[in-house]
């Protein structure tokens, strides 16, 4: 079953048995990680990096840029995690489409509110989605590294 909702819970280290509809943030390794939104149970761990995902939190509602695009699995899902909610990505109504635009521009204000460099950020997002496959076998190294270090810290 798709799940379309997810409760970021944060920890020191990403357990090893994850329950579906949470998004686990570890600051301390900069790593977030959930169970494929599609009911796979397959684990995907997002390494939060300049050049891999970028996490941004908002009281209690996490978004996830860029998309999760798990083509190394089976199950090939892609899909979004924007303010907590799971966005499919060819599966989505005009309605949610519209809705994910709102949520957008709330979550744009708010950020500018906060931060004045928002061009950055942009560009960041820019650079994340190209990087993405290139970065992705580094990404698997810097993942088992820090699961390394996490069994020996
Ligand atoms: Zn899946």
């Given amino acids: 079953m798709k799940i379309i909702n997810i409760t970021p819970q944060f920890v020191e ?19 977030a990680a959930h169970k494929c939104c599609c009911g796979c149970g397959i684990k995907i761990v997002t390494p939060i990096t300049p050049t891999d995902w970028r996490l941004t939190v908002s009281g209690d509602t996490v978004t996830l840029y860029p998309s999760i695009g798990n083509w190394n699995h089976p199950c090939q899902s892609h899909y979004w995690i924007r303010g907590n909610c799971v966005i499919w990505a060819g599966s989505m109504t005009q309605q949610q489409i ?3 635009r709102e949520r957008d521009r709330a979550f744009k204000k708010n950020y500018y509110k906060k931060f004045n460099n928002t061009e950055t950020v942009i560009q960041t997002t820019e650079t994340s989605l190209n990087n993405t496959q290139n970065s992705s076998q580094k990404s698997i190294w810097s993942t088992f590294k820090l699961w390394l270090k996490s069994m020996f810290d």
């Fill in 13 to 31: 280290f990403i357990p090893s048995t994850l329950q579906d509809g949470v998004l686990y943030i570890s600051h301390k390794y900069a790593t």
């Fill in 98 to 100: 519209n809705r994910g």
